[in-house]
């Protein structure tokens, strides 16, 4: 062999015939080396892209992205048909509930059967108390009052337990349009003009649940898998005591797909509570 020394003094022997390596050289080497790993991994994320299912649109329907989760860019609330109005009595403003204002309804020719902001109440904190939202899946929830009034509730809204305190708020947030957080200034909640559609994400799948949609029920969770997991996700639960909200949705929920998911009657927290637990089980949140 020969003995070549380095230039810090080290040495080192090489077979004879070979030449020795310049740094050039040892860098090129270096770099093609890189170049064929980067080459490996790119071609085994495109097969596994590719051996993934796919629907007739050619979408893959996991219900899980890469990250881990589904449904595109998030879920949408809309609470459809509530029923919020408010009144001066005595000396104040006050939400107008069956409870409380039965007479004062009765004396001006209203059904205290359709005055129930409790109902919104119930469907909001349990939209706002889900795993769902807490994983940071919700971005937006709308309430859509019988009056066309758009109220957006921030999905980071901490909102009054206490039912009274709660219909101060909505007293307030109809008064002053806004409510903001007193530390950071963000907006709450807040009136937003029409129409709905305009505040959903483009793209999105749209689904109104409601006892009178036709067909046999449906196990939601199932549903849920065939939903396309780049789609956006938009669902519409009515926030009143008695009738139904297809005849609403189908403004701004087109084309509408209607669903019902129990063979009785459920109350908006009760639809709400079982619609976002099949979400969170398709999307893997405990």
């Known amino acids: 062999g020969r003995w070549w020394k380095g230039a810090s003094g080290e040495r080192w022997e090489e077979n004879v015939g070979e030449k020795p390596l310049c740094g050039t050289e040892r860098r090129g080497r270096t770099g093609v080396y890189i170049l064929v790993s980067v080459v490996v991994l790119l071609?085994?994320?495109?097969?596994?892209?590719i051996s993934a299912p796919l629907t007739t649109r050619g979408r893959r329907t996991t219900g899980l992205?890469?990250?881990?989760?589904?449904?595109?860019?998030?879920v949408w609330v809309v609470l459809e048909k509530a029923h919020l109005r408010?009144?001066?009595?005595?000396?104040?403003?006050?939400?107008?509930?069956?409870?409380?204002?039965?007479?004062?309804?009765v004396k001006h020719d209203e059904d205290p059967k359709l005055y129930r902001p409790d109902i919104v109440h119930q469907a909001l904190m349990a939209v706002l108390d889900s795993p769902l939202n807490k994983a940071g899946r919700i971005k937006g929830i709308y309430v859509h009052t019988t009056d066309n009034h758009i109220i957006y509730v921030s999905p980071s809204a901490r909102l009054p337990r206490m039912f009274r305190r709660f219909c101060q708020m909505m007293v307030?947030?109809?008064?002053?349009?806004?409510?903001?957080?007193?530390?950071?200034?963000k907006k709450l909640l807040k009136l937003v003009r029409g129409p709905l559609l305009d505040h959903l994400p483009l793209g999105?799948?749209?689904i109104a649940f409601s006892y009178q949609a036709g067909g046999e029920p449906v196990d939601f969770f199932k549903y849920a898998k065939k939903i396309p997991e780049d789609d956006p996700l938009v669902i519409a639960v009515g926030a009143m005591a008695q009738g139904h909200i297809l005849n609403e949705t189908e403004k701004y929920m087109l084309p509408q797909t209607?669903?019902?998911i129990s063979s009785y009657p459920l109350s908006a927290a009760?639809?709400?509570s079982r619609i976002l637990?099949?979400?969170?089980?398709?999307?893997?949140?405990?």
């Open 204 to 206: 999105s799948t749209k």
């Open 43 to 49: 071609s085994a994320l495109l097969l596994l892209l």
């Open 277 to 286: 637990t099949s979400l969170e089980r398709q999307c893997r949140i405990l």
């Open 65 to 74: 992205t890469l990250l881990g989760y589904g449904f595109g860019e998030g």
């Open 258 to 260: 209607a669903l019902r």
């Open 270 to 272: 009760c639809a709400l």
């Open 172 to 185: 307030e947030v109809m008064q002053r349009m806004r409510i903001k957080s007193k530390g950071s200034g």
């Open 86 to 105: 408010y009144a001066k009595i005595g000396s104040q403003l006050s939400l107008l509930n069956a409870q409380d204002h039965a007479d004062y309804l």
